[in-house]
Protein backbone atom coordinates (compact mmCIF):
# COMPACT_ATOMS: atom_id res chain seq x y z
CA UNK A 1 0.00 0.00 0.00
CA UNK A 2 1.34 3.27 -0.92
CA UNK A 3 2.08 5.52 2.07
CA UNK A 4 0.85 9.42 1.58
CA UNK A 5 4.16 11.12 3.36
CA UNK A 6 6.14 9.55 0.75
CA UNK A 7 4.43 11.69 -2.14
CA UNK A 8 5.33 14.08 0.30
CA UNK A 9 8.90 13.65 0.60
CA UNK A 10 8.86 13.57 -3.24
CA UNK A 11 7.64 16.93 -3.22
CA UNK A 12 9.84 18.29 -0.61
CA UNK A 13 13.19 16.47 -2.33
CA UNK A 14 11.47 18.28 -5.51
CA UNK A 15 11.02 21.20 -4.41
CA UNK A 16 14.45 21.71 -2.62
CA UNK A 17 16.79 19.75 -4.41
CA UNK A 18 18.28 17.97 -1.78
CA UNK A 19 17.71 15.13 1.15
CA UNK A 20 19.02 17.57 3.84
CA UNK A 21 16.72 20.35 2.74
CA UNK A 22 13.88 18.35 2.35
CA UNK A 23 14.36 16.91 6.14
CA UNK A 24 14.34 20.28 7.23
CA UNK A 25 11.34 21.44 5.45
CA UNK A 26 9.10 17.90 6.95
CA UNK A 27 11.18 17.95 10.25
CA UNK A 28 12.17 14.09 9.63
CA UNK A 29 15.46 12.60 9.58
CA UNK A 30 17.47 12.22 6.38
CA UNK A 31 17.72 8.83 6.24
CA UNK A 32 13.83 8.92 6.36
CA UNK A 33 13.85 10.96 3.87
CA UNK A 34 15.99 8.61 1.88
CA UNK A 35 13.69 5.62 2.36
CA UNK A 36 10.77 7.25 1.44
CA UNK A 37 12.08 7.95 -1.56
CA UNK A 38 13.43 4.65 -2.61
CA UNK A 39 10.26 3.46 -1.50
CA UNK A 40 8.34 5.12 -3.63
CA UNK A 41 10.28 4.63 -6.45
CA UNK A 42 10.23 1.16 -5.70
CA UNK A 43 6.40 1.25 -5.80
CA UNK A 44 5.89 3.43 -8.97
CA UNK A 45 8.95 1.27 -10.90
CA UNK A 46 10.76 4.49 -11.87
CA UNK A 47 13.50 6.12 -11.06
CA UNK A 48 12.63 9.86 -9.74
CA UNK A 49 15.50 11.35 -9.38
CA UNK A 50 19.64 11.35 -10.86
CA UNK A 51 21.69 11.17 -7.99
CA UNK A 52 24.07 13.73 -8.50
CA UNK A 53 25.57 16.17 -5.71
CA UNK A 54 22.22 17.92 -6.05
CA UNK A 55 19.43 15.63 -7.20
CA UNK A 56 17.73 15.98 -10.51
CA UNK A 57 14.99 14.76 -11.36
CA UNK A 58 14.69 12.35 -14.13
CA UNK A 59 12.04 13.15 -16.68
CA UNK A 60 9.62 10.39 -15.35
CA UNK A 61 10.60 12.94 -12.14
CA UNK A 62 8.92 15.59 -13.19
CA UNK A 63 5.97 14.23 -14.89
CA UNK A 64 5.32 12.57 -11.34
CA UNK A 65 5.75 15.71 -9.32
CA UNK A 66 3.10 17.97 -11.95
CA UNK A 67 0.21 14.95 -11.71
CA UNK A 68 0.66 14.98 -7.84
CA UNK A 69 1.87 18.11 -7.01
CA UNK A 70 -1.78 19.99 -6.69
CA UNK A 71 -3.56 16.69 -5.32
CA UNK A 72 -0.98 17.02 -2.14
CA UNK A 73 -1.00 20.62 -2.00
CA UNK A 74 -5.00 20.41 -1.89
CA UNK A 75 -4.77 18.07 0.69
CA UNK A 76 -2.10 20.10 3.00
CA UNK A 77 -4.86 23.17 2.52
CA UNK A 78 -7.62 20.69 4.12
CA UNK A 79 -4.98 19.81 6.83
CA UNK A 80 -4.48 23.39 7.37
CA UNK A 81 -8.31 24.46 7.63
CA UNK A 82 -8.82 21.85 9.91
CA UNK A 83 -6.09 22.94 12.83
CA UNK A 84 -7.15 26.62 12.23
CA UNK A 85 -10.59 25.60 13.68
CA UNK A 86 -10.37 25.62 17.90
CA UNK A 87 -12.30 23.74 19.59
CA UNK A 88 -15.72 24.12 20.59
CA UNK A 89 -15.98 27.42 18.71
CA UNK A 90 -16.06 28.26 15.50
CA UNK A 91 -13.49 30.90 15.41
CA UNK A 92 -10.35 30.00 13.86
CA UNK A 93 -7.02 30.64 15.95
CA UNK A 94 -4.43 33.10 14.94
CA UNK A 95 -0.97 32.63 16.08
CA UNK A 96 0.76 35.95 16.21
CA UNK A 97 4.67 36.32 16.95
CA UNK A 98 5.46 40.33 17.53
CA UNK A 99 7.96 43.02 18.30
CA UNK A 100 6.27 44.18 21.18
CA UNK A 101 6.40 47.86 20.93
CA UNK A 102 4.96 48.02 18.00
CA UNK A 103 2.18 45.43 18.98
CA UNK A 104 1.21 47.53 21.67
CA UNK A 105 1.04 51.16 20.22
CA UNK A 106 -0.42 50.44 16.80
CA UNK A 107 -2.06 46.63 16.66
CA UNK A 108 -4.11 46.13 19.96
CA UNK A 109 -6.86 48.91 19.00
CA UNK A 110 -7.97 46.17 16.31
CA UNK A 111 -8.30 43.41 18.54
CA UNK A 112 -12.54 43.81 18.68
CA UNK A 113 -12.27 43.79 14.99
CA UNK A 114 -10.90 40.78 13.91
CA UNK A 115 -13.39 37.70 14.27
CA UNK A 116 -10.57 35.16 15.40
CA UNK A 117 -8.88 33.92 19.04
CA UNK A 118 -5.55 35.96 18.83
CA UNK A 119 -2.65 34.04 20.75
CA UNK A 120 0.24 36.47 20.97
CA UNK A 121 3.98 35.73 21.45
CA UNK A 122 6.52 38.81 21.92
CA UNK A 123 10.23 38.35 21.07
CA UNK A 124 13.01 39.47 18.57
CA UNK A 125 11.98 39.17 14.72
CA UNK A 126 15.05 36.80 13.70
CA UNK A 127 13.79 34.35 16.62
CA UNK A 128 10.28 34.45 15.70
CA UNK A 129 10.53 33.85 12.14
CA UNK A 130 12.50 30.59 12.44
CA UNK A 131 9.05 29.58 14.12
CA UNK A 132 7.35 29.69 11.23
CA UNK A 133 8.43 26.98 9.28
CA UNK A 134 7.84 24.50 12.64
CA UNK A 135 4.46 25.82 12.07
CA UNK A 136 4.62 27.00 15.90
CA UNK A 137 3.27 30.56 14.77
CA UNK A 138 1.01 31.40 11.88
CA UNK A 139 2.23 34.84 11.24
CA UNK A 140 4.86 37.58 12.34
CA UNK A 141 5.31 41.35 12.53
CA UNK A 142 8.50 41.61 12.06
CA UNK A 143 11.52 44.05 11.01
CA UNK A 144 13.83 42.19 9.20
CA UNK A 145 13.88 39.06 6.84
CA UNK A 146 15.28 35.95 6.62
CA UNK A 147 15.60 34.37 3.23
CA UNK A 148 13.35 31.37 3.08
CA UNK A 149 11.42 30.79 -0.47
CA UNK A 150 8.20 29.43 1.49
CA UNK A 151 8.34 33.20 3.35
CA UNK A 152 6.26 35.78 2.44
CA UNK A 153 6.68 39.36 3.66
CA UNK A 154 4.13 41.90 3.25
CA UNK A 155 5.47 45.41 3.66
CA UNK A 156 2.91 46.55 6.63
CA UNK A 157 4.60 49.92 8.21
CA UNK A 158 7.48 52.42 7.85
CA UNK A 159 9.20 53.53 10.77
CA UNK A 160 11.90 56.67 11.39
CA UNK A 161 15.06 56.20 13.51
CA UNK A 162 15.55 59.37 16.05
CA UNK A 163 17.25 60.25 19.22
CA UNK A 164 15.23 61.44 22.17
CA UNK A 165 15.90 62.11 25.04
CA UNK A 166 14.53 63.84 28.48
CA UNK A 167 12.70 67.19 28.29
CA UNK A 168 15.19 68.33 30.91
CA UNK A 169 18.50 68.22 28.62
CA UNK A 170 19.87 71.11 27.52
CA UNK A 171 20.39 71.30 23.76
CA UNK A 172 21.12 74.58 22.89
CA UNK A 173 25.25 74.06 22.42
CA UNK A 174 24.05 70.50 20.49
CA UNK A 175 21.35 71.95 18.24
CA UNK A 176 24.07 75.15 17.23
CA UNK A 177 26.29 72.49 16.66
CA UNK A 178 24.04 70.83 13.86
CA UNK A 179 23.29 74.42 12.44
CA UNK A 180 26.74 74.85 11.52
CA UNK A 181 26.98 70.85 10.30
CA UNK A 182 29.67 70.34 12.68
CA UNK A 183 29.77 66.66 12.38
CA UNK A 184 32.58 65.94 14.33
CA UNK A 185 31.35 67.87 16.77
CA UNK A 186 27.74 66.54 17.24
CA UNK A 187 29.27 63.54 17.47
CA UNK A 188 31.19 64.26 20.14
CA UNK A 189 28.61 66.05 22.31
CA UNK A 190 25.79 62.74 21.52
CA UNK A 191 28.57 60.29 23.05
CA UNK A 192 28.97 62.60 26.16
CA UNK A 193 25.51 61.64 27.40
CA UNK A 194 23.99 59.09 29.15
CA UNK A 195 22.42 56.74 26.79
CA UNK A 196 19.63 53.86 27.10
CA UNK A 197 19.89 51.05 24.80
CA UNK A 198 17.40 48.49 23.61
CA UNK A 199 19.69 45.81 23.03
CA UNK A 200 23.37 44.82 24.17
CA UNK A 201 24.07 45.05 20.48
CA UNK A 202 23.06 48.78 19.93
CA UNK A 203 21.16 47.47 16.80
CA UNK A 204 18.81 50.43 16.26
CA UNK A 205 21.88 53.33 17.00
CA UNK A 206 24.47 51.22 15.13
CA UNK A 207 22.20 51.62 12.47
CA UNK A 208 21.62 55.47 12.91
CA UNK A 209 25.17 55.73 13.69
CA UNK A 210 26.15 54.62 10.32
CA UNK A 211 23.79 56.12 8.14
CA UNK A 212 24.68 59.45 9.60
CA UNK A 213 28.75 59.56 11.20
CA UNK A 214 29.43 56.53 8.29
CA UNK A 215 30.98 54.66 11.59
CA UNK A 216 29.99 52.32 14.58
CA UNK A 217 28.79 54.19 17.36
CA UNK A 218 31.55 54.35 20.33
CA UNK A 219 28.75 54.09 23.11
CA UNK A 220 28.38 52.48 26.85
CA UNK A 221 25.56 52.85 27.50
CA UNK A 222 24.57 53.16 31.25
CA UNK A 223 21.21 51.41 31.03
CA UNK A 224 20.25 48.42 28.66
CA UNK A 225 16.64 47.76 28.83
CA UNK A 226 14.59 45.20 26.59
CA UNK A 227 11.32 47.50 26.66
CA UNK A 228 11.48 50.38 24.71
CA UNK A 229 8.10 51.47 26.75
CA UNK A 230 10.25 51.09 29.79
CA UNK A 231 12.90 53.01 28.13
CA UNK A 232 10.63 56.15 27.26
CA UNK A 233 9.37 55.82 30.41
CA UNK A 234 12.60 56.29 32.33
CA UNK A 235 13.61 59.00 30.70
CA UNK A 236 10.47 61.52 31.59
CA UNK A 237 12.12 60.84 35.17
CA UNK A 238 15.85 60.24 34.00
CA UNK A 239 18.11 62.65 32.23
CA UNK A 240 19.74 60.76 29.08
CA UNK A 241 19.10 60.16 25.51
CA UNK A 242 18.10 56.68 23.32
CA UNK A 243 17.24 56.10 19.69
CA UNK A 244 13.34 54.67 18.74
CA UNK A 245 11.00 54.84 16.51
CA UNK A 246 9.36 57.76 15.67
CA UNK A 247 6.11 56.50 16.13
CA UNK A 248 6.71 55.86 19.50
CA UNK A 249 7.20 59.15 21.11
CA UNK A 250 4.22 61.80 19.30
CA UNK A 251 2.00 61.82 22.33
CA UNK A 252 5.21 61.99 24.41
CA UNK A 253 6.56 64.89 22.70
CA UNK A 254 3.34 66.85 22.61
CA UNK A 255 2.96 65.94 26.44
CA UNK A 256 6.45 67.39 27.12
CA UNK A 257 7.54 64.39 28.53
CA UNK A 258 9.81 63.60 26.52
CA UNK A 259 12.18 65.93 23.79
CA UNK A 260 13.18 65.12 20.10
CA UNK A 261 17.20 65.72 20.07
CA UNK A 262 17.60 65.13 16.48
CA UNK A 263 16.14 63.26 12.76
CA UNK A 264 19.50 62.77 11.92
CA UNK A 265 21.14 64.43 8.64
CA UNK A 266 19.73 61.36 7.14
CA UNK A 267 16.74 59.39 7.78
CA UNK A 268 17.25 56.36 9.47
CA UNK A 269 13.95 54.67 8.76
CA UNK A 270 12.99 51.06 8.74
CA UNK A 271 10.01 48.94 7.05
CA UNK A 272 8.03 46.40 9.27
CA UNK A 273 6.63 43.27 7.39
CA UNK A 274 3.85 40.86 7.82
CA UNK A 275 5.41 37.70 7.60
CA UNK A 276 4.06 33.60 6.86
CA UNK A 277 4.76 30.53 5.56
CA UNK A 278 2.91 30.47 2.41
CA UNK A 279 2.26 26.72 2.80
CA UNK A 280 0.95 26.26 6.29
CA UNK A 281 -1.75 29.33 6.19
CA UNK A 282 -5.00 29.69 4.52
CA UNK A 283 -6.62 32.71 2.67
CA UNK A 284 -8.75 33.12 5.30
CA UNK A 285 -6.25 33.74 7.76
CA UNK A 286 -4.11 35.87 5.33
CA UNK A 287 -7.30 38.17 5.45
CA UNK A 288 -7.92 38.05 9.05
CA UNK A 289 -4.11 38.95 9.99
CA UNK A 290 -4.46 41.94 7.59
CA UNK A 291 -7.34 43.07 9.47
CA UNK A 292 -5.00 43.82 12.42
CA UNK A 293 -2.98 46.06 10.46
CA UNK A 294 -5.69 47.68 8.47
CA UNK A 295 -5.24 51.32 8.98
CA UNK A 296 -1.02 51.02 8.89
Do not use: C
Amino acid sequence: MVNLEWYRTFKAVYQTGSLTAASKVLFISQPNVSQHLSALEAHVGKQLFERKPRLVPTDYGKLFYTQIVESIEKLEAVETDFRTISYGSQLPILRIGTVKEFFQAVTAKYFGDVPAKLLISFGLSKDLITRLPKGEVDFVIATQKIEDKNLIYEPIFKEEFVIVGSSTVDTSAFNKLVKKKDWELVEAWLLDQTWFAYSADLAMIRRFWLNNFNKRPAIRPRFTIPDMHVILGALSDTQGLTITADYLIKELIVEKKLKLIWKGQFATDNTLFLVYDKTKVTTEQIKLARMLLKNN
